[in-house]
């Protein structure tokens, strides 16, 4: 029987019992996720710290470590109030008198303390925040509470020893919330970034109630702070008020208002979008009172709808559907922040795998924090994420129900199990590759899986982003052999390759606004010659996405992509904007002709086929595919520029070129696979896994119908002149033939003749 490895008591015991109704993939997946993220290894970890272990402040407060977090213990200490309420329906016995020195305005003065500045234990430090106390004693919610039920046939049947894994009837009850250990870490992020001029960014799986969260501390600003302002922002009315963040606002502020002496009057403003806690003042006609408030903003198309928003709070919910998000969080800044000076926290949330292109703000926010001010830490979240930051994650192994302990403390391995469990049952049931992606990026074990976007899935995001993680660890490495620089002409007249140390190519995406557009070539391999110098003119095709204007002021770029038919990989690329369409025109020529390549490319655009026309090489170009019209794709493209060379790029057939890219992504790569020295199978790797374009992989995982990815336009006409290719064949007028495959190349790799499928004139 095999020996599993032993984590701390927190953690359910790894047995072949837990792991027996897990297939190998998904066996592999759970170890590969327990040992390869540096958080999961920190929370299972047999030496994980107490409280009493850690560093205090000058208050005698645990320093918490966000990135390695401490094992709570005897957190009842911090829900004594929550705990008395729920017994006795009040929060104190205490006769009411608000006297001074009286023990009943004692006793809600410490209250009203602890929500402000936190609750310390004194005997080893621990400690929550304001937020954080105000949330677990006077914020009831909506929990999950599990209810008897009879065996059903229908339902999926897993029970094991250590685990259940099967459908558990339950409701959705009025209580106060448990402690767990992902509100805490949240929550001491919260208080972390505030206390440092920053602001927070919190991307998590479904289901952990940010919203009652959002709410929550809106309330407690509402109820401690004089004056104070707390904004709720969303793209949608319906994400505040319809069982939103504002809905859930306004059920803590009843319950307060009914329970605590905290209640405020709300006689001026008291609507669904907006409270303040004042009266009038009848004698005077003044508006008085402790002049708080709660107010909803809706930012639908209209970001300047954050400006003039001086909040103690702003909090933007949904930010994974927020639309504009980036919009509006650069407007709401110039409100709270004045040089570094910063008055006002905001914070976002979301959940990923949302559909459209309105998650970029959440994802940019979660991989780029410190462009937006939002306090960072280590990514330890993902896969292999060496080096990396990133804002916080809640990942959906963290306070899963049924996983996770009094105190708080998530049991991580038995909510991996049950996660794998799910995702097998998606995989091996369902026909729509979709559903597994959205299974994912709801209840994501890593960063990367949350940024998943349902739209995207035609390409295999998540293998893309596991192999961008894998050369991101040591970039410069896997870069060093890519030749990067220009191509000229030689003394005779030939196009040679000139090293250039001021050109870098473009690798980022989406790209920076005041990024150098102009790029530079980039070859991952250099054009292999037959033994008399010439290069096979059917070895290397190309695809292009061209451009026309000199000028632009959207981030659109030229692309041209070099590919080897006889190895089925991508050899150079040039990806750009540069000074003229000229000069793109140009690149591409002289790739073209070093090379010795053919290029399909959009048509829809004449100054391309003007070019090489007027330069006597339109021999580099192909004629419109006949697959195209074989598949009667080509008579619905738009009419547009020159309709004998290229490709029109219609709807259809740009589908139909992404297809074809995604299914060549996944084929297995030339010359990987076999058996290794000592006889053990290899398996195969994808083509993806040999993708050298860092720009191109960044698109790929990014890709969506709204966006402008110019490399995936221009590999799609690449595609679609290779499946061109595969069905093409060449028969001889004369009495003899000379195949392709009497390359030397062919004769060393023994390369299969079917993979070419034709034979060229002599």
Not at 161 to 189: A, K, N, Q, T
Not at 663 to 669: K, P, R, V
Request: net charge negative.
């Amino acid at each position: 029987m095999e020996e599993y490895p032993k984590y701390n008591e927190l953690q359910t015991p790894i047995t072949e019992k837990l792991l027996e109704h897990l297939d190998s993939k998904s066996k592999t997946d759970f170890f590969n996720y327990l040992t390869e993220i540096e958080f999961l290894r920190a929370l299972t970890s047999s030496n994980r710290q107490r409280a009493k272990d850690r560093p205090k402040d000058k208050l005698g407060r645990v320093i918490v470590d966000l990135e390695n977090p401490h094992r709570l213990e005897n957190m009842s200490y911090f829900t004594e109030r929550a705990d008395y309420f729920r017994e006795h329906g009040v929060y104190t016995h205490i006769y009411p008198n608000e006297a001074p020195g009286s023990e009943y305005k004692k006793f809600w003065d410490e209250e009203r303390r602890r929500c402000k500045e936190g609750y310390i234990r004194e005997s080893d430090g621990e400690w929550v925040t304001g937020y954080h106390y105000f949330y677990l004693n006077y914020s009831p919610i909506l929990k999950v509470e599990e209810k008897e039920q009879e065996a059903s046939e229908e339902l999926v049947r897993a029970v094991v020893d250590e685990l259940e894994i099967e459908g558990v009837r339950s409701e959705r009850v009025e209580d106060f919330p448990d402690v767990w250990d992902g509100d805490y870490i949240f929550f001491h992020y919260v208080e972390r970034a505030e206390s440092q001029g920053k602001h927070g960014n919190l991307l998590k799986s479904r289901g952990m109630g940010l919203s009652f969260k959002f709410g929550s501390m809106m309330d407690r600003n509402y109820f401690m702070y004089r004056s104070s302002k707390s904004y709720a922002f969303a793209s949608e009315t319906e994400y505040l008020i319809r069982d939103g963040v504002l809905t859930k606002a306004w059920a803590t502020m009843n319950f307060i208002d009914n329970h605590t002496p905290f209640t405020q009057a709300r006689e001026y403003k008291d609507t669904e979008m907006h409270k303040k806690a004042s009266y009038r003042d009848i004698e005077n006609k003044t508006e008085k009172g402790f002049m708080s408030e709660v107010i909803g903003v809706t930012c639908k198309n209209d970001p300047d709808k954050g400006r003039g928003k001086r909040g103690k709070l702003l909090a933007f919910d949904e930010s994974g559907s927020f639309t504009g998000l980036k919009k509006v969080w650069a407007v709401a800044r110039k409100s709270v922040e004045q040089g570094r000076y910063v008055y006002g926290f905001m914070c976002a949330g979301g959940t990923g795998g949302e559909v459209g292109s309105d998650f970029e703000a959440a994802e940019a926010f979660t991989y780029q924090p410190d462009a937006y001010n939002i306090l960072s830490m280590r990514n330890v979240f993902d896969l292999s994420a060496v080096g990396g930051r990133s804002s916080l994650f809640i990942a959906g192994y963290m306070n899963r129900e049924g996983c996770y302990d009094k105190d708080g403390n998530s049991d991580v391995i038995k909510a991996l199990v049950e996660i794998m469990y799910q995702r097998q049952l998606v995989r091996l049931n369902s026909n729509d590759p979709n559903d597994l992606v959205r299974e994912k990026a709801e209840v994501p074990i890593t960063i990367q899986e949350a940024v998943l976007r349902v739209e995207g899935s035609l390409f295999p995001a998540q293998d893309l982003k596991d192999y961008l993680s894998e050369i991101s660890v040591n970039l410069r490495k896997f870069t060093s052999g890519h030749y990067i620089g220009r191509l000229s002409y030689n003394n005779e007249g030939k196009v040679s390759f000139v090293y250039s140390e001021q050109s870098q190519p473009i690798r980022d995406y989406p790209l920076k606004d005041n990024l150098d557009k102009a790029g530079a070539i980039e070859i991952f391999e250099l054009p292999r010659a037959l033994p008399n110098g010439y290069i096979d003119k059917y070895r290397y095709i190309a695809g292009i996405d061209p451009i026309d204007d000199d000028h632009s002021t959207t981030n659109s770029l030229g692309s041209i992509f070099i590919f080897d038919r006889y190895t089925d990989r991508i050899v150079a690329e040039y990806t750009g904007r540069p000074n003229t369409a000229n000069e793109f025109y140009e690149i591409c020529l002289r790739l073209l002709k070093f090379y010795n390549a053919r290029a399909n490319y959009e048509n829809d655009k004449k100054g391309l086929y003007g070019y090489f026309y007027n330069k006597n090489s339109l021999y580099h170009l192909v004629q419109n595919p006949e697959i195209l019209g074989e598949k009667d794709l080509a008579k619905i493209a738009n009419n547009y520029g020159n309709k004998k060379y290229g490709t029109n790029s219609g709807v259809r057939i740009n589908e139909w070129g992404r297809r074809l890219q995604a299914d060549w992504l996944i084929e297995n790569a030339y010359g990987t696979g076999g058996e290794n020295e000592d006889g053990v199978e290899i398996p195969p790797l994808m083509n993806l896994q040999q993708l050298r374009s860092i720009g191109y992989i960044k698109e790929l995982i990014a890709w969506h119908p709204d966006i402008n990815a110019d490399r995936i336009s221009a590999m799609g006409m690449l595609m679609i002149l290779r499946e061109d290719m595969k069905r093409m064949e060449i028969r001889s007028s004369g009495t003899k033939t000379r195949e392709v495959f009497s390359d030397p190349f062919f004769k060393r790799t023994g390369r299969v003749k079917s993979q070419i499928g034709y034979s060229v004139l002599n």
